[in-house]
């Protein structure tokens, strides 16, 4: 049994080589319909299998699957997260490219934090000078 955590929902998937439907893949792991919409809609189902017109998820599903909530929670938009499992399924060849797509994610992210702390410090300032006023006014 392999088990791969997602951090999406914080929830634990364990992985016994069986198949499941679309609506009972999303009620027993938690994955939006949405998400299973995209994937298969990307065409990046590996074992997908198709019976009777029910959509089947492996254990391989499964783990794109969760990589895909994964890349949505730390705010990749839907083509990001195309464009990356793409890659994914590219193999190590992708890597140097997935690495880039990473490393600009999380400067994007840094230089919005900065932005926020500069914000504050501005807030924080015009907070000081109500803060004065209004003690000077009670000293009087």
Excluded at 26 to 49: F, M, T, V
């Amino acid at each position: 049994m392999v088990y791969y955590r997602c951090s999406w929902r914080n929830t634990c998937f364990s992985f016994e080589g069986d198949f499941y439907a679309k609506k009972e893949t999303a009620e027993k792991y938690h994955i939006p319909i949405e998400i299973l919409d995209e994937y298969e809609s990307w065409n990046l189902c590996g074992a997908l299998r198709e019976v009777m017109d029910i959509w089947e998820y492996d254990d391989r599903d499964l783990e794109r699957l969760s990589l895909i909530m994964t890349l949505h929670d730390i705010g990749f938009t839907s083509e990001d997260v195309q464009v990356y499992m793409k890659l994914v399924l590219a193999g190590s060849t992708a890597d140097s490219e997935r690495m880039r797509i990473l490393n600009e994610k999380r400067n994007g992210m840094l230089d919005e934090i900065h932005f926020k702390e500069k914000q504050l410090e501005i807030l924080d300032y015009l907070r000081y000078k109500i803060k004065g006023r209004y003690n000077n006014e009670t000293n009087e």
